[in-house]
């Protein structure tokens, strides 16, 4: 398994057989899945944590699809992929999707192989869209060049701790947990347990210690995420 074919996925779907289907497959794929079987309950998880695409039913009790949809466009921190499933094929249903800001649509029945091709392609395209630098208050980070800036200092980051904090300000103002950034960084490969502790620790000593106040926050308990907005500067992407 690869590191890029690594993907975190809500999945928003009533019916259980499908859910179950798909989520069989893709994890023996390696992804990674989160479950939601009614609209309201798939929206706050999406506004909650972080995911690299979300699966949305069109047909959802208590909210449907579309106004999940139009919902995560309106209140999300970033924009999250979103492929739409639906059995209805009509030309109107497709554009209303769309419209309210999908990123994909896939009818039933459909292929689990189809599925994962999609959305495979849908997130590799979103990270193709973003912006190769990526500014949040004082801290700067180049993505394609590898290197990071604070209050236009360059950091010596190690490459694991360029990878580390490149995701959680990614995130940003989300929070990333443990098990997450472990996942992102090692998949599925064992490392040791105190790994994730070492680098963090590093990245702080170059992040932080030489600044007035650290950006780097850990909520315990939860995960890591920059603290941004308290120090009276405002995000910018």
């Known amino acids: 398994m690869t590191e890029s074919a690594e993907l975190h996925v809500l999945l928003i779907?009533?019916?259980s057989s499908i859910a179950k289907n798909i989520a069989e497959y893709m994890e023996q794929k390696g992804h990674i899945f989160d479950f939601a079987s009614q609209g309201q309950l798939g929206l706050d998880l999406a506004l909650q944590a972080y995911y690299d695409l979300i699966i949305l039913d069109l047909n959802l009790p208590v909210m449907d699809g579309i106004e999940v949809?139009?919902?995560?466009?309106?209140?999300?921190?970033?924009?999250?992929?979103?492929?739409?499933?639906?059995?209805?094929?009509?030309?109107?249903d497709k554009v209303t999707g769309f419209q309210v800001g999908a990123d994909d649509y896939l009818t039933k029945p459909f292929s689990l192989q189809e599925l994962e091709v999609r959305c495979l392609a849908l997130s590799r395209r979103h990270l193709l869209n973003r912006k190769d630098i990526l500014t949040l208050g004082p801290l700067t980070i180049d993505i394609k060049k590898k290197t990071a800036t604070r209050d236009r200092e360059l950091l010596a980051?190690?490459?694991?701790?360029?990878?580390?904090?490149?995701?959680?300000?990614?995130?940003?103002?989300?929070?990333?947990?443990?098990?997450?950034?472990?996942?992102?960084?090692?998949?599925d490969e064992p490392t040791e347990s105190d790994a994730l502790r070492s680098h963090i620790y590093q990245l702080r000593a170059v992040l932080d210690k030489p600044f007035a106040y650290p950006l780097l926050q850990t909520l315990h308990g939860v995960g890591f995420t920059l603290d941004i907005v308290t120090q009276g500067q405002q995000p910018q992407e």
């Open 69 to 92: 949809c139009r919902q995560l466009r309106k209140h999300a921190e970033r924009h999250i992929p979103i492929l739409m499933l639906t059995a209805r094929d009509s030309i109107e």
């Open 157 to 187: 980051l190690s490459a694991m701790g360029f990878k580390i904090l490149t995701l959680i300000a990614q995130a940003y103002p989300q929070v990333v947990s443990r098990s997450e950034l472990s996942h992102k960084l090692w998949g």
């Open 13 to 15: 779907e009533d019916e």
